[in-house]
């Protein structure tokens, strides 16, 4: 008489096994925690950038002199007043609309609600005209300014033209303060590009300039598919787990089935012939 044969379920059922299943269901639990966190760091960083970037602000409020643009002050509209020094110039290869010209730019000592009055790099005009874009910076004078408004930028790298000394094309406030006059150390490390008014107003948009076009932060809406990729990952590993628990169990049916069978066997070979 052959003995019964264990099933998939009555190996499962024991209590080794149900102990090995909530391990794994605890161990997949994690792992779909860690997809979840995947994937909504993926939508959080694919989420529209919805700051208020067009009303302005005080300059004062969103940066601090001497420290490096934060993501929130970045890109703002940006309200301050001071007092122009005379460090008028020109940067040569300025794109706008798709056509080179030349930046008319300066330097506002900006008021501060308590202590002296801090540097900032200010773009005021566009000239398609390299010439023009000098006769303008060499007619504008130090004088006291009401309020300004801008768009904060950061500050740029130099280019080769910056370091070999041929041309000057990079906003960049570590290159300029070595050009100021009278610099005390104090200074924004951004700068602000000049809306229309303001530009107007400091009178840098005589002969044919124009404002300079400073283009809101552009808004990224892209998932990043590399955490996607992360919480597909996850997910597979969570199944794995389950896949790890069956093959366990299915192994051990396998090892008693064919204990069983093995010993049939060795009794059907000593048991004696009629």
Known sequence: MSTPRPTFSDVAKRPRWIGVLVLCIAVAGVFALLGQWQIERAVEQGQRDDRDTETPVPLVDVAAPGTALTSEAGGRMVAFSGTWTDDFDTLAGRDQ????????????LVEQPAGEPVSLAVGLSWSADAAAAERIAETLAADATGGLVGRLMPTEAPTMGDVRGDTREAMSVAE???????????????????????????????????????????????????????????????????????????????????????????????????
């Open 97 to 108: 609309h798709g056509d080179q010209g030349s930046w008319v730019i300066g330097r506002v």
């Open 176 to 274: 300029l303060v070595n050009r100021w006059d009278d610099y005390d150390g104090r200074v924004y490390g951004s700068y602000a590009i000049l809306d229309e008014p303001s530009a107007a107003a400091s009178g840098a948009l005589a002969d044919g300039a124009e404002p300079i076009v400073s283009v809101r932060p552009v808004s990224d809406t892209q998932l990043n598919w590399l955490n996607v990729f992360y919480a597909i990952e996850w997910v597979a590993f969570m199944l794995f787990a389950f896949y790890l628990w069956y093959r366990l169990v299915k192994d051990a049916l396998e090892r008693e089935v064919e204990a069983i069978e093995d010993a049939e066997a060795a009794a059907a070979a000593g048991a004696p012939r009629r």
